[in-house]
């Protein structure tokens, strides 16, 4: 089971944060957030490996956007960033069932509900 929370209304040039949680934790799991926007693919952002700590972004979302941990492995977050009107989507939180990080949907194996960003201009 994978479930998010945060997301909302914000505008360009602000910042929102998502959090992620899954049954158990994360120490044997990695973690992606993707997104996707009316009439497009699901796309990927960032992924995390909780445990080493290394992360992958998207070029789209780098420099902007941070992906992390916590210390207890509990939660995953995306830190988001100097928003853009483009990154208005649904976000989805996936979890893998091994600690290598991933960048493609059929790599993961749970995914939540999805939770609405809307970045006004």
């Known amino acids: 089971q994978v479930f998010e929370s945060g997301g909302g209304l914000a505008q360009a040039g602000g910042s929102l944060t998502l959090s992620c949680g899954t049954s158990g934790s994360f120490r044997a799991k990695s973690a992606g957030w993707f997104r996707q926007a009316p009439g497009k693919e699901r796309e990927f952002v960032a992924a995390?490996?909780?445990?080493?700590?290394?992360?992958y972004y998207s070029p789209s979302v780098k420099d902007r956007f941070t992906i992390s941990a916590d210390t207890s492995r509990i939660r995953v977050h995306l830190q988001m960033n100097n928003l853009k009107p483009e990154d208005t989507a649904v976000y989805y939180c996936?979890?893998?069932?091994?600690?290598?990080?991933?960048?493609?949907?059929?790599?993961?194996?749970?995914w939540g509900q999805g939770t609405q960003v809307t970045v006004s201009s």
């Open positions: 996936a979890v893998r069932n091994e600690l290598s990080i991933a960048s493609t949907p059929p790599e993961y194996d749970y």
């Open positions: 995390i490996n909780p445990v080493a700590g290394n992360t």
